[in-house]
């Protein structure tokens, strides 16, 4: 079964500070891979996917940005943080030939001040 | 367009007593429906889903879903409601594009009341 692993779990950051996040997947290959961010506890919006190692999709033009340098690796990024990044950040991981559904990594809790 | 609908932002249910989280869903195709339970603070988990068979599926925590085609519903269900089970409960569908993605709904907050 597949595992993911995220860090840091919690993160205060200053506004105009750098930000990187990192997940890594264990147990599958070559699977799909996506950043959520998650305000108030509430509903998840989708930032970026990533089917495969450079390939990128982004679905809300933002301060944020996000790598695949390895199958199983996914980086969000951001050179200045905003007040309005925070929020609790989430990866999953899922297979496009399977029926499962997705797995998740166990957050990171992003506060800008 | 494909979506998903969880009509309730927070449902309240005395402990022991049957619970009932709703979802409908939009989507061409037979769908794949997913339930996700979040605990503050915390990744979210998978509960059970729906791919073919049997309309009643059963999943982890003794929580159950029975899918509706003609209503094109997927709702959760348990007999009888634990306090901890509070949570917040996802209601998610496969989408039918070729990058396998999960639609997913806004998410209800289930709070079981002692």
């Known amino acids: 079964s597949q595992t993911i692993h995220q860090w840091p779990a919690t993160l205060v950051q200053p506004v105009g500070s750098p930000l990187s996040l990192e997940c890594t997947v264990e147990?599958?290959?070559?699977?799909?891979l996506y950043w959520y961010r998650q305000a108030a506890g509430r509903g998840l919006q989708l930032l970026f996917y990533?089917?495969?190692?450079?390939?990128i999709s982004s679905e809300v033009p933002q301060n944020l940005s996000a790598s695949r340098p390895q199958d199983r690796q996914f980086i969000l990024s951001s050179k200045k943080l905003l007040l309005s990044d925070s929020g609790f950040y989430l990866c999953?991981?899922?297979?496009?030939?399977?029926?499962?559904?997705?797995?998740f990594g166990s957050g990171t809790r992003l506060t800008v001040v | 367009a494909q979506s998903v609908a969880q009509p309730e932002d927070q449902v309240n249910v005395a402990e022991g007593n049957p619970l009932t989280v709703k979802c409908t869903y939009s989507?061409?195709?037979?769908?794949?429906l997913f339930w996700y339970v979040q605990y503050p603070n915390r990744g979210l988990q998978f509960l059970l889903k729906?791919?073919?068979?049997d309309n009643l599926v059963k999943g982890s925590y003794g929580f159950e879903a029975e899918f509706n085609k003609s209503q094109t519903s997927f709702h959760l269900k348990k007999p009888s409601a634990l306090v901890s089970d509070s949570a917040l409960y996802f209601c998610?569908?496969?989408?039918?594009?070729?990058?396998?993605?999960?639609?997913w709904g806004a998410g209800t907050k289930l709070i079981i009341k002692p």
């Open positions: 729906y791919i073919t068979g």
């Open positions: 989507v061409s195709g037979n769908p794949y």
């Open positions: 147990g599958t290959s070559n699977p799909n």
């Open positions: 990533s089917v495969g190692i450079g390939q």
């Open positions: 999953a991981s899922g297979r496009r030939d399977s029926g499962n559904g997705y797995t």
């Open positions: 998610a569908v496969r989408s039918m594009d070729s990058n396998y993605q999960l639609i």
